[in-house]
């Protein structure tokens, strides 16, 4: 029996009657006893991989599991509901385990995943096994029963696995137990399965130089070709050139001798030039993307290769060891897929590479999963956004991440962080991006700026504008940059034009169309509105980004009219924190020992001399009044206090219960106002319980300190009422930004919040209007870190 058996061939197989190994006694004690049954039995989820005509799905029924048996025979998955018709509790799937979908598979997991006799029939099986190890539950087993070359004829030996196969199966694994039934091995491994991959290096080269051409091949679901060496090591297609030998024609050629695949060195793109060194011998490597190809995978160099199998990118992070230059390459097509590099510098090449298509049936159907999920939250009421967000490939942004996290509509992926660990880049949330691109109102044709990259936004953006529009993306770190060129030039509709650069800054000025961009997007929280923002937009263009007012964030889609940009809709919100010229550090100040922190979001610090002896004293406390449900939404209030009431400051608790003076619960923080060492700050408190959510109410209190707090908490409580009574319905205040330089006099009433670069006057429902006197302008505290 070869390993080289297709669904058809199963199918016959089954067909004619013919049946596998029949489960024995032997395997039966041994999975007995080494198996420990999850505590509640009655929601414990088995998966059988491969499982013929039943006989192990229905022996792990009856100690209790509810089992998915799946086979990609159709023939054996019928033999099995027929043969099998008294086993409770088993669901019988005909699926390719390795090429479908797995949309019918348990969502929520398995307790115990089984391969018996399957796994070396896969070929791919290291990517199979990872995929299997990412649906197990929390102290979950996968046990594969396999055929040991020990014990197997010759002739038969491709059926199983000798030590070196034994060794990569259970590498990673948290916990491997071998055991024996019946001369098979029967592997229990549990995880979680993580191994860092590993940049290795083969034996010292010869030579002064070396120069070589590696071939970067994906199949039609995107997943990337690698050989399993004989010096136990994946690498990827590639050798030394030939004579005059082009780099292009080298990669072409070795792909073909290495593996049988063959393709045209017009579909044979040099993208990148690598330069590192091999034991200190200089080594320059040419990366080679393979744009198409045809032909039957095989290894036909069996002495320096076991095997070839195709790789989902989100696992190259735990491949194990990877041939330097090889794992070097796979960064230089998908920046960030490999971590943990030795150092070498990388040389992209101004090619126009045609884009490779590819993709698993599973990332199409939760992309479409992810669209109705938005629309029908009403965040993308166009269909031009509808179909932007069922045809732009997420996952292709974001290849260090499995398609589950790709396309969860409510998550945004990280995908960049500072030393720290702070995100610095990400792709945001699906829901939120549409609803941005659905304020940015776009036409056929527009032209468009968006600061700070990554591509999905942008693509999303030119699908949207269509094949006469364009899109201008920026971002001060270059590594972002690349990527997003990188994976734009991949999969991408070659309408996103990427520059380096601090976008606060603007896009440079032969990338502006004339009269301006249409429309202009920010992808990261911004303190202040950059002038050149303003600038660079089209009279009436729309302008939409992050603005933080008093500490809390919201998208706001902006309209230009001459000078000053009208606000049409306010979205709560979360992005990445600004770098470069709009990177700000928020004055605050520590209260009892750093366990209260007073942060000042906009303007200096003010006086707190004294205010620490207050918190010691009695607290005042009043009710407003004022009530909520579960569930309620009430940043409008954050907002209407940040903006109308003079003092405004947020109070952070660092301990649990605040160090028993506040009701702030720790890491979270409450609007409030300072006077001479007086404070007074908004919780709210739980007034009615019970089982039933909507039987729960909370009422606003202010609880104060200091001589000055129960003037203060007065405030506070009148300006709840007013947003009770003029606000609460839903409404959003009229919002108008002026440059930095407009006189008061030119202002229009209201409620006045001055920043570096612009002036903001908010006109809330309800509240007197009124001309603003002279405004004593904060002293902002901007940082500048060169573009």
Not at 203 to 212: E, S, V, W
Not at 238 to 254: W, Y
Request: charged share 25%; glycine share 10%.
């Amino acid at each position: 029996m070869s390993t080289t058996h297709t669904a058809l061939d199963w199918h016959a197989h089954y067909e004619a009657g013919r049946n596998f190994r029949p489960l024995t006694d032997t395997e039966k004690a041994v999975l007995t006893e080494h198996l420990t049954l999850p505590e509640n039995i009655q929601e414990a989820q088995a998966l059988d991989v491969g499982c013929g005509t039943g006989e192990l799905a229905a022996y792990l029924a009856s100690l209790g599991y509810a089992v998915d048996a799946v086979d990609y025979a159709d023939s054996a998955i019928s033999r099995a509901r027929e043969e099998r018709q008294d086993a409770e509790g088993v669901r019988w799937l005909q699926l390719d385990i390795e090429r479908g979908d797995p949309a019918e598979l348990h969502g929520d997991g398995y307790d115990l995943i089984t391969l018996r006799l399957a796994y070396p029939f896969f070929r791919d099986r290291s990517r199979v096994l990872h995929s299997l190890g990412e649906r197990l539950r929390k102290g979950g087993a996968i046990v594969v029963i396999t055929p040991v070359t020990e014990h197997t004829p010759t002739e038969r030996r491709d059926i199983a696995l000798d030590e070196d196969e034994i060794g990569l199966l259970t590498a990673g694994w948290q916990k491997v137990t071998r055991l024996e039934a019946d001369e098979f091995a029967v592997l229990v491994l549990r995880g979680p399965c993580h191994r860092d991959t590993t940049a290795v290096e083969k034996g010292r080269p010869t030579g002064h130089a070396l120069i070589g051409a590696l071939a970067v091949v994906t199949d039609e679901a995107g997943r990337v070709l690698l050989g399993r060496s004989t010096r136990g090591m994946w690498e990827l297609p590639g050798g030394k050139t030939i004579g005059a030998e082009d780099l292009a024609s080298a990669a072409v050629r070795e792909l073909t001798e290495e593996t049988g695949l063959t393709t045209s060195a017009d579909d044979a793109y040099v993208v990148t030039m690598l330069v590192d060194d091999s034991h200190g011998v200089p080594r320059l490597t040419a990366v080679v993307r393979i744009t198409t190809w045809s032909g039957t995978l095989t290894n036909r160099e069996p002495k320096l290769f076991e095997r070839w199998e195709f790789h989902d990118l989100h696992a190259l992070a735990c491949a194990g060891a990877i041939f330097t230059p090889a794992a070097q390459a796979l960064d230089a097509i998908w920046p960030g897929v490999v971590p943990g590099l030795p150092p070498h510098h990388a040389y992209p090449l101004a090619v126009e590479q045609q884009p490779v298509p590819g993709e698993p049936a599973e990332a199409v159907r939760l992309r479409q999963k992810m669209a109705d999920a938005v629309i029908a939250g009403g965040w993308a009421p166009s269909t031009a956004v509808q179909e932007a967000l069922r045809a732009v490939p997420r996952h292709r942004y974001a290849p260090e991440t499995n398609l589950g996290t790709a396309y969860d509509d409510d998550l945004a992926v990280v995908t960049r962080r500072d030393e720290t660990g702070r995100a610095t880049s990400s792709v945001s949330a699906a829901w939120l991006q549409a609803d941005m691109i659905e304020s940015l109102q776009l036409r056929p044709g527009a032209i468009v700026h968006e600061a700070g990259s990554g591509g999905y936004n942008a693509e999303l953006i030119a699908a949207v504008t269509g094949p006469d529009g364009r899109v201008v993306t920026g971002d001060i770190d270059p590594y972002v940059v690349h990527r997003t060129r990188r994976f734009t030039s991949e999969g991408g509709s070659g309408r996103v034009i990427a520059y380096h650069g601090d976008a606060a800054l603007g896009a440079p000025a032969h990338l502006v169309p004339r009269g301006g961009f249409a429309a202009s997007a920010v992808t990261y929280n911004v303190w202040d509105i950059a002038p050149a923002w303003r600038e660079q937009l089209a009279e009436g263009g729309r302008l939409v980004l992050p603005l933080e007012i008093g500490g809390y964030t919201r998208a706001i889609a902006f309209e230009r009219r001459s000078d000053v940009l009208h606000a049409r809709k306010f979205t709560h919100c979360g992005f990445v924190p600004a770098q470069g010229r709009h990177t700000r550090i928020t004055p605050a100040v520590d209260l009892l020992d750093g366990e209260l922190t007073i942060r000042f979001e906009d303007g200096e610090p003010r006086d707190v001399e004294g205010l620490g002896e207050a918190l010691r004293g009695p607290r005042h406390e009043a009710a407003t009044g004022v009530t909520m449900g579960s569930g309620f939404y009430f940043g409008s209030l954050q907002l209407y206090a940040a903006t109308t009431l003079q003092g405004f400051c947020r109070l952070a608790a660092h301990a649990e219960n605040g160090t028993g003076v506040t009701l702030i619960a720790k890491g979270s923080d409450a609007p409030a106002i300072l006077g001479d060492a007086s404070l007074a700050y908004l919780v709210h408190v739980q007034i009615r319980h019970g089982d039933d959510p909507a039987e729960r109410e909370w009422e606003w209190f202010v609880h104060a300190f200091g001589n000055s707090g129960p003037q203060l908490a007065e405030q506070l409580v009148a300006t709840v009422r007013a947003w009770d009574r003029d606000v609460r319905g839903g409404a959003d205040p009229d919002l108008s930004v002026y440059p930095a330089d407009t006189p008061d006099r030119l202002l229009p009433p209201g409620d006045v919040l001055d920043k570096a670069c612009s002036r903001l006057v908010f006109q809330w429902p309800g509240r007197d209007a009124r001309l603003p006197g002279p405004v004593e302008r904060g002293k902002a505290a901007v940082t500048s870190e060169g573009a």
